[in-house]
């Protein structure tokens, strides 16, 4: 039986994992990665699918309600003009001057604080700016004692910082030019090197057809949601599809981001799964928000996520997008803080209107039960593939102890995915590789799994090894063939990688036990 330590990982050490055991590498790792881009390798794509796949039959297949879509992502550069990106995607950055790093300008906080030294000499204020964290209160307190080592050199002796009384905690888009003059950047040796917020584009730009002037310039899509708007009228058309009703996509998405960090949860290539569901102009929009909010939850618990790691973050007023009524992220703790994972928005009718109006193609559809035209609002739910990969990640990765073959506890890293999304749902040993029996009953066994799930072959190495070897990948069930299989016909032995704990069934029981514990 495990016993149960788990832990919550580091950043540094899924990252270790994930190249070590083939989940996720460095794109272009042979010439030295390429910073916001990656490669999901022979574990991880298949983490990924599972992901997509779970989701697509949960919230397409049995959902009477929601067709799917797959638009490309190079469309009309006209889409992208309606819906606001070309004169207005952009991210308030920050540069500086002295360390030439670039920053997302409502990531940035600061806070002033005095400084004064044990000696002779004035206390000197300024303010101390930090990339925003989980405890903003300690990575400015572990800031400034950086900064006040700084000016103990200046000065020639020690200096202490404290918070200056009365400050509060400031976002850095609402600093004034002063406040910039005596700021210290979070890299910075020197007061006043940050520039004041200025707008950057996060498209990325291309050319198609033969020429390279600016008749030619299109974009690589930043969401995936204007490829379903687009749609909308063609999906009504043929679909036969009656509001309330969604469309569904996966695709890839590219955002040039200025500081691509933390690993899968902010790149600059990236996958979303996104609903627009539309409803009627005068339907209870709170009401379905909630219930969308409550759907996504639930999905999440069923992939693995544990429900208490996952909060809801909601909108003020004063901070929603012009288009929204209303949106609530639902967060999760990854190993870096509290993050957004899942956005469900209501977007109102802004972007159906604003491609009739680009397009001059109506966008009304025609209520039958209520005899009248009207442009649908939306519901969205926009959640990232690559950051729901990371958060389950999180949740799996625990350090337990276990028996050895003697009987000894032992430490073993296991990744305990849900069984929907592990990359290998059973591993089939036979018991010795010398058996030439043996190996072919337990090839027979494999290749019958093999038609239903995804399973790993495995002879090499004592039974112990090869149980943590799929331990460590998350392979919830280890099923071994012995001699009594063959001599006996009394079944094989199936392992619990969770508990541990093995049973003993027939092949036909078998197929029945892992069915129920994959499929539900």
Known sequence: MASDNASTPTMDTLIALCKRRGFVFPSSDIYGGYNGFFDFGPLGVEVKNNIKN?????????????????????????IWVASGHVGGFSDPMVDCKETKLRYRADQLFFQSFTFTPDGEGEAMTYNVVVVEADDMDTALAERAAKVAKLLGKQAGGKVRGEPTEGAAIIEFTESTEEQRTAAYGPEATEAGTLTEPRDFNLMFETKVGPLADKSATAYLRPETAQGIFSNYRNVVDTGRVKVPFGIAQVG?????????RNFLFRSREFEQMEIEY????DADWQTLHREWIDKCIDWLVSIGLPREGIGEDVHPAHKLSHYSKGTTDLTFRF??????LWGIACRGNFDLTQHQEHSGKSMEYFDEQQKQKYIPHVIEPSLGVDRTFLAVLSAAYCEDEIPNDKGTPEKRSVMKFHPRIAPYKAAVFPLVKNKPELVE???????????RWTVFWDVSGAIGRR???????GTP???TVDFDTIEKDAGVTIRDRDTTEQIRLSEDELFNYLSEKIDG
Not at 252 to 260: L, S
Not at 278 to 281: A, E, K, M, N, V
Request: hydrophobic fraction near 35%; aromatic fraction near 12%.
């Open 252 to 260: 890839k998405a590219f955002r040039n981001e200025i500081t691509p």
């Open 477 to 479: 069930f280890c099923i």
């Open 54 to 78: 779970a989701w697509w039959s949960d919230f397409v297949h049995r959902r009477d309600d929601i067709v799917g879509l797959d638009s490309s992502i190079i469309m009309h550069p006209k």
């Open 278 to 281: 539309f409803i009627q102009p």
């Open 441 to 451: 009953r337990a090839r027979k066994l494999y290749e019958r799994l093999q038609k």
């Open 335 to 340: 190993p870096h803080g509290v993050q957004e």
């Open 467 to 473: 149980y943590r070897r799929q331990d460590e990948i």
